[in-house]
Every structure is written in C-alpha cells, then in structure tokens.
C-alpha cells in the first residue's frame, strides 16, 4: 500500500510541504493508488475545484500550493527543452498545412525535436 508522503516524494514534491498536502489529500478521501502521475492528481483536484466552486468554498492552500508547484516543474521542462518542442511544433504546423508529398519537409523538424529530447534526457 502506497502513502500520499512516498507518491509526493517519487514525483520530486518539495519535502516542506509533503506532509501537509499527504494530510489534506487523505482527508479528502483522495487514493494513492489511483494516482499515477502528478497531471493524473491535477485532474481529480480540478474535479474537486469546480465542484467546490459551485458550492462557494475555495480550494485548501495546500493543493494552490500543488498546482503552483506543478506549473513550476511544466515551466522549468519547457525551458529546458524549448529548441526541441519549438522543432516538433514548428514541424507539425508545417506538416498540416502542406499538401502532398511536401509534407515530409514538416516530419523532418518532428524527427529531429523527437531525438534532441529523447538524448538531453538520456533516452538514446
């Protein structure tokens, strides 16, 4: 059986604040188990946020402080990895809006931001 403080530590959570939001997620009956990722608990909280919001409460300030941890971590990958996905979404514009056989002149920046990310995190 997983714990909330083991699942927050695997995906890297700011050891201060674990055993705050492990706390506040038992209490809102919130499984470890079913939670594979962080993207997969942020699902389930704007579930809970839009619910709550209908009935006027707010959200603890431990779960603000885990979607503002989360964007953090989006923020920090995007940056290091900006020439890849600027190949890979660069491409695939061009891919949409080629017609025919030109279309290979978008696949071939997809490829390249592909392997640039698969090597800066040691894939291949």
């Known amino acids: 059986m997983v714990t909330w403080e083991e699942k927050l530590r695997s ?9 705050s939001l492990a ?3 038992e209490e809102l009956g919130f499984d470890p188990e079913l939670h594979a990722t962080p993207f997969d608990l942020a699902r389930s909280l704007r579930i ?7 009935t006027g409460l707010t959200l603890p ?16 990958f995007v940056e290091e990895n900006f020439a890849a996905l600027s190949l890979i979404i660069t491409g695939g ?4 809006l080629l017609k025919g056989w030109t279309k290979v002149v978008g696949i ?3 490829v390249g931001g592909v392997v640039l990310l698969l ?6």
């Open 11 to 19: 995906w890297n959570f700011p050891e201060e604040k674990i055993q």
């Open 23 to 25: 706390s506040t997620l």
């Open 48 to 54: 809970l946020e839009r619910n709550l919001r209908i």
């Open 61 to 76: 300030k431990e779960i603000e402080d885990f979607f503002k941890w989360l964007f953090e971590q989006i923020r920090k």
């Open 93 to 96: 514009i061009a891919s949409a």
């Open 108 to 110: 071939i920046p997809v």
């Open 119 to 124: 090597r800066r995190h040691g894939i291949i």
